[in-house]
């Protein structure tokens, strides 16, 4: 009986934690978002060079390789999180701009950023409430990554648009497929830093954005 | 796009490379494998994407 009641006390105290991960995630998820939202209007206010965008979001990720590790276990986390994501929106706003003076612009913008919401609300709800494990995914999503960098540079270079197309697909599908994971991760327990969690959900949610910004610029500027 | 950024990109893009290996790896190896049926749940979901995506397209067009 005390076995029981200890295995019982145990489950309790795993599914508060999960929870608890689950909950801190998607708040501090929410506050990044519109952090960064309010960053990229401000860059769209200033009018920055689209080259503020490379540099944004290179300096950005360097903080996640290099920062975030080492900060994100303390409440000094919680600041990097937000240097990060501000420093990517802000980078953000210059490519909207650009997109918001094609024509069908602000179309485009429009459907990126609504689509992009629909994509992750369903994958995330999908995820949650089926509760499946979808951890053997993890060798797929980082073998496509390593695929899709290898693209990602030759194409720096060789600047094909059909090679643009398909790495911006092939990111759609990659970042749709790590949102599964993710997701799968935390309410299993594989993940119990909220921070980490919100910086890979970040950058799924940006990742499908700017890729469907690419898809829809191409496919609508056609005419 | 400018030379210098083209390289830092590249250079960047190295780097992505360099430290995501080690973790591709790691869950090729040791990740877990999928049971019966995991696949096909995993695939639904994104194909509703594929589908989705199309859709955003066809109202551009």
């Known amino acids: 009986m005390n076995t029981l009641d200890r295995a019982i006390g145990r489950s309790t105290e795993t599914t508060f934690a999960t929870n608890k991960v689950i909950k801190n995630t998607y708040l501090l998820l929410s506050a990044t978002l519109v952090f960064s939202g309010m960053m990229a209007l401000l860059s769209l206010y200033l009018a920055v060079p689209v080259w503020t965008y490379t540099v944004s979001v290179i300096v950005a990720m360097l ?25 990517m929106g802000f980078g953000l706003g210059a490519v909207i701009s650009m997109y ?3 024509p069908n612009g602000p179309q485009t913008v429009g459907l990126a ?4 919401g629909v994509i992750f609300l369903g994958l995330s709800g999908y995820a949650l409430s089926s509760r499946r494990d979808f951890s053997f995914m993890g060798g797929f999503i980082f073998a496509g990554m390593l695929v899709m960098m290898v693209a990602v540079l030759a194409n ?6 059909a090679l643009q197309l398909a790495i911006a697909s092939g990111f759609i599908l990659l970042m749709s497929g790590f949102i599964l994971f993710q997701t799968s991760q935390m309410v ?16 799924s ?15 609508g500027g056609d005419d | 796009m400018n030379i210098w950024l083209q390289i830092a990109s590249a250079a960047f ?14 869950w ?3 990740g877990p494998k999928a049971k019966k049926g995991d696949w096909q749940a995993a695939a639904i979901p994104l194909l509703l994407v594929v589908g989705f995506v199309i859709l955003l397209i066809a109202m551009v067009r």
Do not use: C
């Not at chain 1, 950023?113 to 992009?116: C, M, R, S």
């Open chain 1, 63 to 87: 903080m996640g390789i290099f920062v975030l590790p080492r900060t994100a276990d303390s409440s000094a986390g919680l600041g990097v999180i937000f240097a990060i994501t501000g420093l």
């Open chain 1, 100 to 102: 918001l003076n094609m």
């Open chain 1, 113 to 116: 950023l609504g689509g992009t």
């Open chain 1, 156 to 161: 720096i270079f060789l600047q094909i648009p």
């Open chain 1, 188 to 203: 299993h327990g594989g993940e119990t830093n909220y921070i980490h969690a919100t910086y890979g959900l970040y950058l």
């Open chain 1, 205 to 219: 949610i940006f990742n499908i954005f700017i890729s469907l910004l690419q898809i829809l610029g191409i496919f």
């Open chain 2, 13 to 26: 893009v190295g780097l992505l490379l360099f430290f995501l290996y080690p973790a591709a790896k790691h």
């Open chain 2, 28 to 30: 090729m190896q040791n």
